[in-house]
């Protein structure tokens, strides 16, 4: 965490990160540590996997809470609603993801977000 928090410091050319860029790179960090899992989970290797989850346990302990699912489907029925007017249309994802983004950037996981639009678009 210490040095990927030191390795955005010395790209933004600041003498420190701001809250913001400070949450950028924990989330990205905690990003990484979710496909960790995954991967490792994939293949059998448990004992990483519990220690990906353990880092990430504590990456989360410094970063906003996410919202849950029922929150995140509400948000993205509004986002339906303004991106499609005529009613839910798949070929509007990417249009009600941006509006989704734009609502609510960092307060879920995009990842399962995207399985949720595309759901709630059939």
């Known amino acids: ?6 390795t955005k410091t010395k790209e933004s050319g600041a003498e420190s990160l701001d809250d ?3 949450k950028q790179v924990l989330t ?4 990484m540590r979710k496909e960790s899992i995954e991967m490792f989970e ?6 990483a996997a519990a220690l990906e989850k ?24 509004d986002a339906i609603v303004v991106a499609c007017p005529d009613g839910p249309d798949k070929s ?10 734009k609502a609510h950037k960092g307060e879920f996981d995009g990842k ?8 709630m678009l059939k």
């Open 92 to 101: 509007k994802m990417g249009q009600v993801m941006g509006a989704l983004m």
């Open 28 to 31: 990205k960090l905690a990003k």
């Open 1 to 6: 965490m210490a040095s990927a928090m030191t």
């Open 54 to 77: 353990t880092e990430l346990a504590i990456l989360e302990g410094y970063l906003p809470a996410i919202a849950d699912e029922a929150t995140v489907r509400g948000w993205i029925a």
């Open 42 to 47: 994939a293949g059998g290797k448990m004992e």
């Open 20 to 22: 913001e860029q400070a």
């Open 112 to 119: 399962q977000a995207n399985k949720w639009v595309a759901e």
